[in-house]
C-alpha cells in the first residue's frame, strides 16, 4: 500500500514533543508539507528541526501559538490560512482526586483540551469541504470509555472530544473529508515510564510512531471509507468489542 501524500499540507498541533512529534515526523516522511506548533517559539522551532532531521527532505513550518485562546488560534489562522490534513493533538493531563478539581482547572481543560479542537475543525474544515478532500483526526485517548478514577477531567474531555469529531463528521458529510477520532492507549513518553506493566493485550506500551502511522493511513486516499469513527490505537487496552 502507498500511503504518499505529496502534495498535502498537514498541521499537528501540540507537536513540540511526544506524539505530536511523532505523528508530524511520520507524515513528512509520507511526503506531507507538516506545520508543527506549539505555545513556545523555541521549542516549536526545536520540534521542526526534529523532523528535519529524521526526514531531510522535508517541507516543515514552525507557527508558535497557544491554540487554546482564540488569539492565539488567530495567530496561527494568518499563519497558515488552510490545510488538508488537519490533527488535533494539543492537550493536557494529570492526576488529581476528583473532589480537588476546580472550576477553573475544569474550564482549563475544556480550553486545551476540547476548544483548541473546536476551533481548528471549525475554521480549517470548510475549506476542505469546498475543495472536496480533507481529513481531521483527532488525538482522543483510552480515558474516554474508560475514565480514570484519577484523572476524571481527563476522561471527561476526551469524551467530549470524540462527541465533537462525531458531530463534525456529520457537517463533512458527502463531501469527500473525512473526520475520525484516534484512541490512544498507554503510549512510551517520559510521563508513562513507571508503566513498565500496561493492562493491554500487546503487554507494551506504545510507541508514538505507532500512533503516527495510524494517523498516515486515515490521511491518505486509501482511507476514504473511514469516517465518523474512534479508531483504536490502544494495544488492546479497552476492553470491550467496540469504544
Do not use: C
Not at 507557527?63 to 493536557?92: H, M, Q, Y
Request: hydrophobic share 45%.
Amino acid at each position: 500500500m502507498n500511503l504518499d501524500l505529496t502534495g498535502r499540507r498537514a498541521l499537528v498541533s501540540g507537536s513540540t514533543q511526544g506524539i505530536g512529534l511523532a505523528i508530524a515526523t511520520e507524515l513528512a516522511r509520507s511526503g506531507a508539507a507538516v506545520v508543527v506548533n506549539g505555545r513556545s517559539e523555541e521549542r516549536t522551532e526545536h520540534a521542526a528541526e526534529a523532523v528535519r532531521r529524521e526526514v531531510p527532505d522535508a517541507e516543515v513550518t514552525a507557527v508558535a501559538g497557544d491554540l487554546a485562546s482564540e488569539g492565539g488560534a488567530g495567530e496561527l489562522f494568518k499563519a497558515t490560512p488552510e490545510v488538508d490534513i488537519l490533527v488535533n493533538n494539543l492537550g493536557i493531563y494529570g492526576a488529581k482526586p476528583v473532589f480537588e478539581i476546580d472550576d477553573d482547572e475544569w474550564r482549563r481543560y475544556f480550553e486545551v483540551n476540547v476548544l483548541s479542537a473546536v476551533r481548528l475543525i471549525r475554521h480549517y474544515l470548510p475549506g476542505m469541504m469546498e475543495r472536496g478532500f480533507g481529513r481531521v483526526m483527532s488525538i482522543a485517548s483510552e480515558a474516554a470509555v474508560a475514565t480514570p478514577l484519577h484523572m476524571v477531567h481527563l476522561g471527561v474531555t476526551k469524551t467530549a472530544l470524540l462527541a465533537v469529531t462525531r458531530g463534525f463528521a456529520k457537517a463533512a458529510a458527502g463531501t469527500g473529508v473525512t473526520v475520525n477520532s484516534v484512541l490512544a492507549g498507554p503510549t512510551r513518553g517520559p510521563a508513562s515510564e513507571e508503566l513498565d506493566d500496561p493492562k493491554s493485550l500487546t503487554q507494551r506500551l506504545i510507541e508514538p510512531a505507532e500512533i503516527g502511522q495510524m494517523i498516515v493511513y486515515l490521511s491518505s486516499t486509501q482511507a476514504a471509507a473511514t469516517t465518523g469513527g474512534a479508531i483504536r490505537v490502544d494495544g488492546g487496552y479497552i476492553d470491550s468489542i467496540l469504544p
